[in-house]
């Protein structure tokens, strides 16, 4: 797999990337095929519009030669400083995708250094991710642990 590119994404990626959000969603949630998600593909396409040129969220494509086989995104924020991250600067990992006949040769892997790498870039050292079952041992292989004290209010 030495000769896959791995691309920083610019706005003229945007279709791409709006699409395989939409596929990573479907997966991640066990959504069917023909449930309507035209708004979240329309939200997903502006915010794309508004942070790749802000660089609040950067992502990288894999290709091998012309075909896409693989993404990763990051999406940098700050919250009120704290004791262990004064800046508050934080980073979300999202969006990570590889085709299944890809799966398991170090895409996912090399994809998400590059954007942990990113973050350390910034000087970003919090930085988190939600993982699904598939993804959880190549997070924890790269140093992930799972969180015990962040809760979330439920819809209601």
Request: charged share 25%; with cysteine.
């Amino acid at each position: 797999m030495t000769d896959l590119i791995y691309k920083k994404a610019t706005i003229d990626d945007i279709t791409i990337l709006t699409e395989t959000r939409i596929d990573v969603l479907r997966a991640a949630n066990k959504l069917p095929s023909d449930l309507d998600m035209s708004e979240v593909k329309e939200q997903s396409y502006h915010y794309y519009e508004k942070s790749l040129p802000s660089r609040s969220c950067i992502a990288y494509l894999v290709f091998d030669g012309t075909r896409f086989v693989g993404s990763g995104g990051i999406s940098f924020f700050q919250v009120m400083p704290t004791y262990h991250n004064p800046s508050g600067n934080k980073a979300y990992i999202m969006n990570m995708y590889t085709a299944p006949e890809y799966r398991r040769k170090g895409i996912a892997y090399k994809t998400l250094n590059l954007l942990v790498e990113e973050a350390k870039s910034r000087g970003i050292t919090d930085i988190s991710l939600e993982a699904t079952d598939m993804g959880r041992p190549l997070y924890e292989k790269y140093g992930f642990v799972k969180m015990n004290d962040e809760m979330k209010l439920q819809s209601q």
